[in-house]
C-alpha cells in the first residue's frame, strides 16, 4: 500500500521558517517526481513547486520562489519543502504528491498519489 506523509506543519509567525517533510512508503520515491501543494480554505489547489527524480532540478510558483526550497533524500525515501520568510498568506494545509512521469507539472491531476496534508498557519 502506497503512503504519503506529510509532517512538520504547525503555527509560526510572520517571517518564520517551518520545513516540511514528505515520507513515502510502499513505492519507492526515486521513480518519482515529488510535487508539493497547499489549499487555503474556500481557495483551490493550487502548485507550490516540485523536483525531479534525481533532485537535480526543481520548479517553483512565482509566489513562493525565492522563499521555499524543495529537496529530497532518496537513499531515505523522503522529501522535504523548507519554508523561509513565511508570510500569512502561507497558511493552508500543504500536500506532498508523487508523480510517475519524469516531467514535472503543476497540475494535480497530474500526480499519482497524495498525502493527506498537514497545516501551515502564519500569524502576522
Known amino acids: 500500500q502506497v503512503q504519503l506523509v506529510e509532517s512538520g506543519g504547525g503555527l509560526v509567525q510572520a517571517g518564520g521558517s517551518l520545513r516540511l517533510s514528505c515520507a513515502a512508503s510502499?513505492?519507492?520515491?526515486?521513480?518519482?517526481?515529488v510535487g508539493w501543494f497547499r489549499q487555503a480554505p474556500g481557495k483551490e489547489r493550487e502548485f507550490v513547486g516540485a523536483?525531479?527524480?534525481?533532485?537535480?532540478?526543481?520548479y517553483y510558483a512565482d509566489s513562493v520562489r525565492g522563499r521555499f526550497t524543495i529537496s529530497r533524500d532518496n537513499a531515505k525515501n523522503t522529501a522535504h519543502l523548507q519554508m523561509d520568510s513565511l508570510k500569512p498568506e502561507d497558511t493552508a494545509v500543504y500536500y506532498c504528491?508523487?508523480?510517475?512521469?519524469?516531467?514535472?507539472?503543476?497540475?494535480?491531476?497530474?500526480?499519482?498519489?497524495w498525502g493527506q496534508g498537514t497545516q501551515v498557519t502564519v500569524s502576522s
Open positions: 504528491a508523487a508523480r510517475r512521469l519524469a516531467i514535472a507539472t503543476m497540475s494535480s491531476y497530474g500526480y499519482d498519489y
Open positions: 510502499g513505492l519507492t520515491l526515486s521513480s518519482y517526481t
Open positions: 523536483i525531479n527524480r534525481s533532485g537535480s532540478s526543481t
